[in-house]
């Protein structure tokens, strides 16, 4: 049975469920040093909790404190304020040890955007493989080339991971004809295109294409992903 929307995270508790709760963050503070007097805030005062058997995605522009949320949490950076429990645990006040050991159970899963960062390595790829590709290219450009080429692909490979455990989740929590699914499928396209996989790439945009067909969703961002790449769909 699928669980009414609720909202799971802002300033303040009076969001906050009495339940079997996994997670519970309450008054979250981070503050980094600036300069000799001075501090930054990267998160200011958040409270969220996550039963079992749900998925908490934090989402926002660049720089707003997602990734530093995460840390906190697993007690990476040290929050200035704020608790953490988890399962039953105050993080806060563990021991290093300890800490060590309730680590292991916990996965944050930072997921890039597919329209900025991997749009970026598909526009970065392409003057690779004209270099290869240009008559008369010095042997020192080619081997620069090679060089960009490899350092990409492994940045690539790594986003191609994310994405995937992104469709995983996805589909247990959304379904696999969620919008939001063809989302991830489009960002896995992308990459495996980049990636010169291109019977993948192509899977994956026509499952993503079929998806927002059936939901009455815009395929034009596709379409256009799918020319940019060189594939088939772009009519």
Do not use: W
């Amino acid at each position: 049975r699928r669980r009414e929307p609720h909202l799971m995270a802002g300033t303040g508790k009076s969001h906050l469920r009495e339940g079997d709760a996994v997670l519970r963050v309450e008054d979250l503070v981070v503050e980094f040093p600036m300069g000799r007097k001075g501090r930054v805030s990267a998160v200011a005062g958040i409270s969220f909790d996550v039963l079992r058997g749900e998925t908490l995605g934090i989402v926002g522009e660049s720089g707003c404190g997602k990734s530093t949320t995460g840390r906190a949490i697993m007690q990476i950076d040290e929050p200035t304020g704020g608790s953490v429990v988890f399962e039953g645990d105050e993080l806060t006040s563990l021991a290093y040890s300890q800490l060590r050991e309730a680590r292991t159970r916990i996965q944050i899963s930072p997921v890039p955007s597919p329209c900025q960062s991997l749009r970026i390595f598909v526009r970065m790829l392409r003057p690779t493989a004209m270099a290869y590709q240009k008559q008369g290219s010095s042997r020192r450009k080619v081997r620069i080339a090679h060089i960009r080429a490899k350092r990409l692909n492994g940045r690539l490979e790594i986003a191609e991971g994310y994405y995937r455990e992104a469709l995983e989740i996805g589909e247990k929590v959304n379904g696999p004809e969620h919008p939001a699914t063809a989302e991830v499928l489009r960002g896995l396209a992308i990459t495996t295109a980049a990636q010169g996989k291109r019977s993948d790439a192509e899977a994956y945009f026509q499952r993503s294409l079929g998806i927002l067909e059936a939901s009455g969703g815009s395929t034009d961002q596709v379409r256009s992903d799918m020319e940019a790449s060189g594939l088939s769909g772009a009519d």
